[in-house]
């Protein structure tokens, strides 16, 4: 009779221990959860840098050189260098819409150290000074890599391409 009683209790822990694991959160998704959370922070981030002209806030978030692949070259950039350029561009423009076409692909490498988001990406604008030339509508799609840098994640790569937008 003890016996049977034993195995009983068993097979009930047996059954409630591996319910309990199966809803029990699980470190590395609550981190991946996180961690994607943070990636789509970051890109919403550079929509804000470009709509309220804030290139320190866009190059803030690089790591200490920035390759970027683009137009057939590869460049690398660091963040004092890139932040003026981007600076000059956003003083010089107006943008009425800098919109994803649809929603960002974030994928993170299994060790959590790296991930990169896809992007699809409307931009209109038009140049501040009318005498500057036309309005410019454009398409872009690119793949920006992140590296996690001292438990932050920062941009250490981006390639793109563009065409014109029909819309």
């Given amino acids: ?17 591996s319910t309990a694991q199966r809803h029990a959160p699980e470190p590395k998704r609550i981190e991946r959860t996180a961690d994607h959370a943070e990636l789509l922070r970051l ?26 692949v683009s137009h057939g070259r590869v460049s690398v950039t660091r963040p004092s ?23 960002p692909r974030i994928r993170i490498s299994a060790d959590g150290q790296m991930a990169y988001i896809i992007v699809e990406k409307r931009v209109h604008l038009t140049p501040r000074d009318s005498s500057a030339g036309e309005a410019e509508r454009t398409r872009f799609a690119w793949l920006s890599v992140y590296e996690k840098v001292a438990g932050r994640w920062r941009l250490a790569a981006i390639a793109s391409t563009d065409r014109p937008d029909s819309l």
């Fill in 1 to 17: 009779m003890h016996r049977m009683y034993f195995c009983a209790v068993l097979g009930v822990l047996a059954c409630s221990s």
């Fill in 43 to 68: 890109h919403n981030r550079a929509r804000e840098a470009h709509l309220s002209r804030r290139a320190d806030w866009l190059v803030n978030e690089w790591t200490d050189s920035l390759f970027s």
């Fill in 81 to 103: 260098e890139g932040q003026p350029g981007f600076q000059e561009y956003f003083d010089a423009v107006e943008f009425q819409a800098w919109d994803d076409i649809v929603p």
